[in-house]
């Protein structure tokens, strides 16, 4: 079955450090990969995606996530954090070729950057 | 160019009440999907518009959810009779060409508290 895992709940970060939120997933095919950000009484904010090329992806704000095939994971990184990247952020994958135009994601990982 | 939109924010029904929730893709998008985020878990798909046309409803619960798009522009989600369980954030998205890893453009969500 398709799934997306996001191991951590919750992640804290000191701003100006470097932040990483993980994310793996399984996919019978090749994948397509997203990142959103949603922040408080907000809607999901799409940040990047992976399709293809480059296993590196920059995005939005600062972000940049790594497409790393054998170990099917996608983890969404950014240099220096700010105390304004604190949010609850989704991985997401679809499948290629099958399980139709739907995307599958993860519980959701919640940042939260200290001034 | 406006954003998808959902309305409306918030709903709060008793258990056995009839609720609907609306959604305005962003205009010149076929495609439109319906997802439901419950108490904290992953966000799930609910189900996949082409224009007018159910594409995919795979992710539909259980009969008591019946989404509409007539006319291929807004869609929307009726639930009846509700229950508990179905409380949770609705969100909304739309896309030109999901085949070849189009974004979903997520709107702000629908907040449904039944009690």
């Known amino acids: 079955a398709q799934s997306v895992a996001q191991p951590e709940d919750q992640v804290n970060v000191a701003e100006g450090n470097p932040l990483t939120v993980k994310c793996t997933y399984s996919v019978s095919g090749n994948p397509y990969l997203f990142w959103y950000v949603q922040y408080p009484n907000r809607g999901l904010q799409f940040l990047l995606k992976?399709?293809?090329?480059?296993?590196l992806v920059k995005g939005s704000y600062g972000f940049e996530a790594e497409f790393n095939k054998s170990q099917t994971s996608f983890h969404l990184k950014k240099p220096s954090a700010l105390v304004s990247d604190s949010a609850l952020y989704f991985c997401?994958?679809?499948?290629?070729?099958?399980?139709?135009?739907?995307?599958?994601f993860g519980a959701g990982t919640r940042l939260f950057v200290k001034a | 160019e406006a954003g998808v939109t959902q309305f409306p924010s918030h709903s709060v029904i008793e258990k056995g009440q009839t609720v609907t929730l609306r959604c305005d893709p962003i205009?010149?998008?076929?495609?439109l999907y319906w997802y439901r985020r419950v108490m904290g878990k992953e966000i799930k798909f609910l189900l996949h518009f082409v224009k007018e046309s159910k594409q995919d409803e795979s992710g539909m619960p259980n009969n008591r959810f019946l989404a509409e798009r007539t006319g291929g522009t807004y869609s929307t989600l009726k639930v009846q009779p509700a229950e508990l369980e179905d409380s949770g954030v609705y969100f909304c998205?739309?896309?030109?060409?999901?085949?070849?890893?189009?974004?979903?453009?997520f709107g702000p969500g629908t907040r449904l508290t039944v009690l």
């Open positions: 992976y399709i293809t090329g480059d296993n």
């Open positions: 997401a994958v679809r499948d290629r070729w099958t399980g139709g135009f739907k995307t599958i």
């Open positions: 205009s010149g998008h076929d495609n």
């Open positions: 998205a739309s896309s030109q060409d999901p085949g070849k890893g189009d974004t979903q453009y």
